[in-house]
Structures are given as C-alpha cells and as structure tokens.
C-alpha cells in the first residue's frame, strides 16, 4: 500500500495553551518501505503516527491510503507501541489470536497462524505462559506475533524497542527485519536512536521540534545486515546527528 501524509498540522488545545504538535508535514511511503521518524523528545513523532494510524486526528490537511483519504483506522494498518499492551489474563498464544478472533477467524485458522508466529518469533514452548511469566524482550516478542497476525500492510511501531536492554533491542532488531523481508509490509518506526535508525531504515525522516516538523529526509542506501562498525554506518550517523543538531534555518530544504 501507498501512505501519503499530506500537509498535516496538529495543534493540542489543552486549558487555554495551544501547543503546535505538527507543522505543516508532508510524507510519502511507498509498498515494503522502512521508514523511521528520527528526533528528540517533543518533536511530534508519536503524534504523527496516531494521525496516520487514525487515532488522532489531524488539525489539517490528511492521510491518503492508496489515493483514499483515511477516515478512522484502517483495517491494513497495525500499532505495536513501546508497552505492548498484552492481555494479562491471556495466555501467549490467545493473545496472538486475539485480533484474528475479533476479525471472526475460526478457531483452527487463528490457532494455526499464531502458532507458526510463536516460532517465527523464537518462543516455542511459551505458548501457554501468561505475559508476567514473561522477560520485557519476550513480552515485545508477543506484541509483534500479535501485530503480525493480521498481516498488516501498513506496520506502525513507536519506540517498540524502548524499553529493552541493549542486547535484546539489537536481537528484536534483526528479528523485526528479517519479519519485514518475509511479510514486505510498510513500516514507519519512530525511534529517538540515532544507531537504531540507521541499523533499521531505508529513509530516515529527521524532525525537529517547536513545532513539529520534517528537518531533513535521509536516504539509507546501505545493504543489508548493516555493520555499526563500517566506515559507511558511521558516516549516516554523523548525518543525522548533524541534522539534529542544525538550527531548523540552515538545514537545506529536502
Ligand atoms: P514525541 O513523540 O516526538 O516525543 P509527541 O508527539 O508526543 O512527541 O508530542 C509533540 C508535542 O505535542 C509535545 O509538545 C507534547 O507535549 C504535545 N502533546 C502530545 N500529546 C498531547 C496531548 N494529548 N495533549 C496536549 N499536548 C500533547
Ligand atoms: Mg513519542
């Protein structure tokens, strides 16, 4: 699926304040894109990605899916954010069917895809835990079986790695890729890691805050799995940290 986000604004009326979350930003995603939001706290990246998911909507302009302009959520689309928000009375494996049985799937179906998922995500044999019998990394583990389930076309992920401990974030990394080179969906990943972004995204779109908006779009042309220790690795980090640390006036326009 095609995503264009096209001339968004957000302002958050709160008691009188009015905060401009989004200026004014526009971005276009194209099929089996790996996109990451790149930024410091405050820059309006999470806002951006409820707008596009449809949680939240935009103060202006809109979200074209495949030409169509969004209204609500769209069906193709999932959300993993950084608390997974598992069921606690769910064991793993209900909880990966979960959305498929709201969908209506009959029950051999769902159980069939949840658990070739419970493979594909290394957790064989946890099936029937429940989420606090879990480690964080496993807990993660589950909430992507979950968003996965559905095959989503559109895959929305905020910081879904925050949380980790350095080893587990660089394995749920390459775990989330090789999952993406399988299943070819859209992904917009917001992360304020300047290493992850680079590790994980074919464009990098760095946003600067007050207000939100885009300050610079970097292309990642690097193959696949990528070395943080190469010469070429180092050189997209120090862009996008000068990026983040230009004043939004001397950025070349992108
Ligand atoms: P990020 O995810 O990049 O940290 P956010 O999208 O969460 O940024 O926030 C962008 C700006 O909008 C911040 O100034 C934040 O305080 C404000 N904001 C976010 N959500 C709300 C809300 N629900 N009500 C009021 N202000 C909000
Ligand atoms: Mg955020």
């Not at 958050?12 to 930003?25: C, E, K, P, T």
């Not at 600067?208 to 990528?226: A, E, M, Q």
Request: aromatic share 6%; proline share 5%.
């Amino acid at each position: 699926m095609h995503l264009s986000v096209s001339d968004v604004s957000k302002t958050y009326d709160q008691r009188g304040s009015h905060v401009l979350a989004l200026d004014h930003v526009s971005l276009d995603v194209a099929f089996g894109e790996f996109v990451c939001l790149l930024g410091d706290s405050g820059c309006g990246k999470s806002t951006l990605l409820q707008i596009i998911a449809g949680l939240e909507p935009a103060s202006q302009g809109g979200i074209l899916i495949d030409g169509r302009e969004l209204v609500g959520c769209h069906p193709d689309t999932t959300v993993v954010f950084q608390e997974h928000g598992l069921f606690p009375w769910m064991t793993v494996l209900r909880n990966i069917e979960f959305n498929l049985k709201a969908r209506g799937m009959a029950a051999a179906k769902r159980h069939e895809i949840a658990a070739r998922l419970v493979e594909t995500v290394g957790l064989a044999g946890f099936e029937k835990k429940y989420p606090h019998e879990l480690s964080g990394g496993m807990r993660q583990r589950v909430g992507i079986a979950r968003a996965l389930a559905t095959s989503p076309k559109l895959l929305l992920m905020d910081e879904p790695f925050g949380a980790l401990d350095a080893q587990t974030r660089s394995a749920m990394q390459a775990e989330l890729l090789r999952l993406w080179a399988a299943h070819r969906s859209a992904v917009v990943f917001v992360t304020h890691s300047i290493e992850e972004a680079v590790f994980l995204a074919d464009r990098i779109v760095v946003m600067t805050p007050r207000p939100g908006r885009i300050g610079r779009i970097i292309d990642v042309d690097l193959p696949r799995p990528r070395d943080p220790t190469s010469e070429a690795f180092v050189h997209h980090v120090k862009i996008a940290l000068e990026t983040l640390h230009t004043p939004r006036a001397l950025l070349a326009p992108s």
